[in-house]
């Protein structure tokens, strides 16, 4: 059923909607969650279940009653964007005008998108990637290119990448640590993408949402190129506040301005007390972020010895993010194989809702407790036996 449909609007001309919208999917990480029974083990959403450290709850609820209720700086609150380069400073040199506060990860590459891709404009992106990338580009009349990240590490392909370069090529989307493989880019691949870009003079769009949760090896950023590329970033994984919706931009100062009036016309300015719960909490935020890559690196462990015990599984252990992404043997679709789970109890994502190159794969989200990691490796045990 088209989505229109549910609403009744078929057939009305006026409330006919555009083609823009009508030309991209729903994410197919949402449809499996709508499918969750009350007792399914839901293994499908990248969402943290720690909770939120206490001082970023305090810091929002004390600006809240303190009347910071109104409109703020359409950047986000000076305090803030110091604060975030000050922490992100390890990684290149930066300044409160390099960073823009974002009402989410999500609208901060929606409003990159918007600021940086034309009509006609091809964008490269990661395939298996994350869900949104070629939507945004479409919603902005361009068009998304998955470009296949290596087997078992999952590191761009710089040789395919190069046969996908076409005068058209505007920007090049990478995301480390990945969702939904979990790899964590290279300093060789890192090189090997700036070599190309500069080669072939397009942008490149970094998205560094998992950044804090790198299990092995570090993280691999591209704020220090900010002559070359933008950068995406996010509280939601970070400080498990998904429901607020913080995120960031990193930018040259050159482009910043226009990436601000671009959110100016999308939300006039981010969430006040949710910053001032952020600010509260970054500055003693590594001692809960060390916690937290502890309890995942421990699920993270369970989760990849009971997928390789399946027979016909396999799954190198992913560095970063939370996510676990094995392949299979058997002769079925990732789709089909993740809705008869569902039936079964176990909600995870196919493959194939983050590109062609997904298929033959399942998504677990090891941002669960341990028993539900088990249970629902019991499950997926005894319906790949089945199979
Ligand atoms: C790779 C990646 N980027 C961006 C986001 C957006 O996160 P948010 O909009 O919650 O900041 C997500 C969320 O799952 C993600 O996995």
């Not at 296949?148 to 590490?153: V, W």
């Not at 790198?214 to 970033?233: I, P, T, W």
């Amino acid at each position: 059923m088209k989505d229109s449909a549910l609403y009744g609007n078929e057939n009305h001309a006026f409330m006919k909607t555009s083609d823009r919208i009508n030309s991209v999917p729903m994410s197919g990480i949402r449809k499996m969650f709508d499918l969750a029974g009350p007792d399914s083990v839901n293994l499908g959403l990248g969402e943290p279940d720690l909770d939120p450290p206490r001082e970023a709850v305090e810091g929002m609820n004390a600006a809240a009653s303190a009347g910071r209720n109104k409109y703020g700086p359409t950047a986000g609150i000076p305090e803030l964007r110091e604060a975030v380069a000050e922490r992100y400073s390890r990684y290149g040199k930066l300044s409160a005008s390099n960073i823009m506060i974002t009402p989410s990860g999500s609208s901060g590459l929606l409003e990159i998108a918007e600021t940086f891709i034309n009509p006609g404009d091809e964008v490269l992106i990661p395939g298996p990637g994350f869900v949104i990338y070629g939507p945004h580009a479409q919603l902005c009349g361009g068009k998304g290119i998955e470009y296949r990240l290596t087997d078992g590490d999952f590191q761009p392909d710089t040789d395919s990448i190069q046969d996908l370069i076409t005068p058209a090529t505007r920007a090049l989307i990478v995301n480390t640590p990945s969702n939904p493989t979990g790899g964590v880019l290279s300093e060789e691949s890192k090189k090997a993408l700036l070599d190309l870009a500069e080669d072939k003079d397009f942008l490149i769009i970094s998205d560094e949402v998992y950044d804090s949760f790198v299990y092995e090896g570090k993280h691999v950023s591209f704020m220090d190129r900010l002559d070359r590329a933008v950068v995406s970033n996010g509280f939601s994984k970070m400080m498990a506040v998904t429901g607020w919706r913080m995120g960031f931009v990193c930018a040259g100062e050159d482009v910043m301005g226009d990436l601000i009036k671009m959110q100016y016309h999308v939300c006039a300015s981010p969430n006040m007390p949710a910053q001032y719960g952020i600010l509260n909490a970054l500055p003693g935020i590594d001692g809960y972020l060390e916690n937290a890559r502890r309890i995942y690196r421990t699920r993270r462990d369970l989760i990849v010895s009971r997928i390789n015990e399946i027979p016909g599984m396999n799954i190198v252990p992913p560095k970063g993010a939370f996510y676990a992404f094995p392949s299979y043997d058997q002769n079925i679709s990732s789709a089909d194989l993740a809705s008869e789970l569902a039936k079964s109890g176990l909600i995870c994502t196919p493959g194939s809702a983050f590109g062609k190159y997904g298929e033959k794969h399942l998504r677990f989200s090891y941002a669960a407790s341990e028993e539900k990691i088990e249970k629902g490796t019991d499950i997926l045990r005894n319906v790949m036996a089945r199979l």
